[in-house]
T-cell receptor, first 113, second 114 residues
């Protein structure tokens, strides 16, 4: 079985400041890693994913996450946030060649001007 | 639009009643999932369909919960004899294939059991 821990439930941040959302996981097998985002009044959508290859993965809107196998982490970062990044962010894992996602409890990011 | 559609968006019912929640996935997506999200928690897996059959229903909490997908497209999650603990947001997701974790979610059906 897999489990995901998101260490921060709420992260307030000022516009144009950097943000880091922490995610640690535990699993007895190799996993795929994901960050999903839920903007206000919208459904969950995939932000970025790590399946294989380079451990640093990036989204089209400036977020990046790095897979660290030794620390079993997949932290999400953005060097400069916008008001529009206000949302809830979920880290998730699934075993290789499996379909079942295990989600963390989520981190709410609130960006203030 | 072309996204996953869930109805109703909100459902309030009384304890002991029967409830149906509907999911219309993205056209052409063969894999369909139901998740449940309780307040302050992340989504939890309930059931997975590949085509018409339930490939994995291990997440259904008990036999009051049942889901169908008779024609391999629309799915209905059915809850019998609802209890207050069933109150949650029920999320449906679909994907073109089932093995990469890249799910497309609907906005969810919020169920409140009084």
């Amino acid at each position: 079985a897999q489990s995901v821990t998101q260490l921060d439930s709420q992260v307030p941040v000022f516009e144009e400041a950097p943000v880091e959302l922490r995610c640690n996981y535990s699993s007895s097998v190799s996993v795929y890693l994901f960050w999903y985002v839920q903007y206000p009044n919208q459904g969950l959508q995939l932000l970025l994913k790590y399946l294989s290859g380079s451990t640093l993965v990036k989204s089209i809107n400036g977020f990046e996450a790095e897979f660290n196998k030794s620390q079993t982490s997949f932290h999400l970062r953005k060097p400069s946030v916008h008001i529009s990044d206000t949302a809830e962010y979920f880290c998730a894992v699934s075993p290789f060649n499996d379909y079942k996602l295990s989600f963390g409890a989520g981190t709410t990011v609130t960006v203030r001007a | 639009g072309a996204g996953v559609s869930q109805t109703p968006s909100n459902k309030v019912t009384e304890k002991g009643k029967y409830v149906e929640l509907r999911c219309d996935p993205i056209s052409g997506h063969t894999a369909l999932y139901w998740y449940r999200q309780s307040l302050g928690q992340g989504p939890e897996f309930l059931i997975y369909f590949q085509g018409t059959g339930a490939a994995d229903d291990s997440g259904l909490p008990n036999d009051r919960f049942f889901a169908v997908r008779p024609e391999g497209s629309v799915s209905t999650l059915k809850i019998q004899r609802t209890e207050r603990g069933d109150s949650a947001v029920y999320l449906c997701a679909s994907s073109p294939k089932g093995l990469t974790g890249e799910l497309f979610f609907g906005e969810g059906s919020r169920l409140t059991v009084l």
